[in-house]
């Protein structure tokens, strides 16, 4: 039964460390909102037609530089378009009718995360914590690193800044386990687990 929790567990880590994130950006007359969006590997962006005839055209005939062609059909009604992005890259797109009043760029950085992950595990203290806890292991980090802490189901319940030795409130977490990632400057991530109370 232990090696079955710490296979789960394993699985869980993974999906929620690598966990895609969603992006939006709000079509509107004369504009995209954001206009540039900066994104990781395999994330998700939703775009969301709030008034007028639009659409998203990021073909490669027009963008031939763009990794992949992406691209939905103009239309009056609410709509919504979503798009993977799994290759590395600049993906540049625009309204197709009256393309040079609309346009946009989503650059897609590459995720290292997979080899940086395994270089260093941080723990998190105390065990279990109630309001706060301390993540040991960023000693020698200069500056602040983002911090990202996912349910077991690989759900994002909180994103915060931290800094060395900082008390981070957890307060608004339920009682569980839950699993953290910590991106710094240098593009360094280090993974751990918190068990809140």
Do not use: C
């Not at 799994?86 to 346009?103: C, F, I, K, L």
């Not at 690989?154 to 981070?168: D, H, P, R, Y």
């Amino acid at each position: 039964m232990k090696k079955l929790y710490t296979f789960l567990f394993s699985i869980i880590l993974t999906s929620a460390v690598f966990s895609q994130t969603t992006h939006n950006v709000t079509v509107f007359n004369f504009g995209f909102d954001p206009e540039i969006l900066t994104i990781d590997e395999g994330d998700i962006v939703i775009w969301t037609n709030t008034e007028g005839f639009h659409n998203v055209d990021g073909n490669t005939t027009t963008f031939p530089n763009n990794p992949m062609a992406f691209g939905n059909e103009a239309s009056n009604d609410a709509w919504t378009y979503e798009v993977t992005f799994d290759m590395e890259g600049n993906y540049d797109y625009r309204r197709a009718v009256h393309p040079s009043q609309m346009t946009g760029r989503v650059i897609v950085q590459s995720v290292t995360s997979t080899d940086n992950a395994s270089k260093k595990t941080l723990q998190a203290f105390p065990i279990p914590a109630h309001d706060f806890i301390v993540i040991n292991g960023l000693e020698e980090l200069q500056g602040q690193a983002r911090l990202e802490i996912f349910d077991i189901t690989g759900k994002k319940a909180m994103e915060t800044l931290v800094s060395a030795n900082e008390q981070i409130n957890i307060s608004t977490l339920n009682p569980g386990i839950y699993l953290f990632n910590v991106s710094t400057s240098n593009d360094e991530r280090f993974t751990g687990k918190i068990v809140a109370q």
